[in-house]
């Protein structure tokens, strides 16, 4: 608890500065598991525009979301935080039911433009600016017509030791798998997770870790979200995204989420800024931030390069389910894979 407000206090040194004529206690306490950089160019835009000064709790290489997760809920009985913005959905709705959330009623503005799979029926939580879990490609190292397409491709013998994912035990990584056990089955699940092990795939710590070693050459082609994929292509390595298993179960797409604490210090500015999460603005923000992200809602102005649901098949899945089983599969993924 002592480290926890430590770091709240440090943070609003670091990144509160506001934008507007805000009074010293006109602000919000937001806690976000997206890079620092990335979310800033949506609260710099909620300060000029609303004068409400955010502060930001951000997180670490060594926190990720699993530790914001842990954070919050140890807060409890005490919130410190208004609003949690997190990068994926399972843990959210974790949150959800360990009772840390609290329901909006009415809904945001804008919450009904945004497909009932993407935003939680009783209205705990909301989806925005997704990414896509894409194949990225070294275009030097991998022919034209031996592209892989599928997930299965990562634990075909012939890229022994050529691919990786994430050590799956934080993110959208731990989402992933936790949605393949729902659209999959147990057992292709866990055929798939020993052919990673098997076939000797790279387990690098993070997303953008992964990206980067496609990029460099040290790898072929790996898992990871269209966000860490855009990076590396705009620092010009040869690299493409395959969006996966398009003939079968479709490429998973993992929204953003944003939600309000339940008991927060201040409830009414914490309702604000969700509704700005979920306007146009904010999407056409995030969509032509140099990570790309993916608009959830129709009529967002974005890059001709984001591409969005319709333009490739997504996978089907219920993040409630996903959400419920998260933490039974983080136990797992950390043993297996030590």
Not at 32 to 60: K, M, W
Request: hydrophobic fraction near 40%; include cysteine; glycine fraction near 8%.
């Amino acid at each position: 608890m002592h480290r926890t407000l430590a770091i709240v206090v440090a943070t609003v040194g670091l990144f509160a500065v506001g934008c507007g004529p805000a009074e010293p206690d006109n602000h919000v306490v937001l806690y976000t598991s997206l890079n620092e950089p990335t979310a800033r160019a949506v609260i710099d835009a909620f300060e000029r525009e609303t004068g409400i000064r955010v502060i930001v709790q951000a997180d670490t290489e060594r926190d990720k979301t699993v530790g914001l997760v842990r954070t919050l809920i140890e807060e409890r009985s005490r919130p410190r935080a208004d609003v949690f913005w997190n990068s994926e959905t399972a843990n959210t709705i974790r949150l959800q039911r360990e009772g840390v959330l609290e329901r909006l009623d009415p809904p945001p503005t804008n919450a009904q433009r945004i497909a009932e799979q993407y935003v939680d029926p009783d209205g705990y939580w909301f989806g925005l600016a997704a990414r896509a879990r894409v194949l990225i490609v070294n275009t030097d190292l991998v022919d034209e017509d031996d592209m892989p397409d599928s997930m299965w491709d990562i634990i075909d013998p012939k890229w022994r030791g050529k691919a990786g994912i994430v050590r799956p035990v934080t993110g959208t990584t731990l989402t992933h798998i936790a949605a393949l056990y729902e659209v999959l089955s147990d057992d292709e699940t866990e055929r798939f997770l020993t052919g990673v092990q098997e076939n000797e795939c790279h387990l690098p710590p993070g997303n953008g870790r992964l990206a980067q070693l496609v990029g460099q050459g040290q790898i072929h082609f790996g898992f990871t979200d269209t966000s860490d994929y855009r990076l590396v292509r705009n620092e010009g390595y040869p690299v493409t995204a395959v969006y996966p298993d398009q003939d079968s179960i479709g490429t998973l797409l993992i929204p953003n989420t944003v939600a309000r604490i339940a008991g927060g210090p201040n409830p009414e500015n914490a309702r604000k800024l969700i509704d700005f999460l979920l306007s146009d603005e904010a999407e056409s923000i995030l969509a032509h931030h140099q990570r790309g992200h993916i608009p959830l809602k129709a009529e967002i102005d974005r890059p001709e390069y984001v591409l969005v649901p319709g333009e490739f098949e997504t996978m089907s899945v219920d993040f409630a389910v996903i959400g419920e089983a998260v933490e039974a599969r983080l136990q797992q993924m950390d043993a297996r894979f030590r």
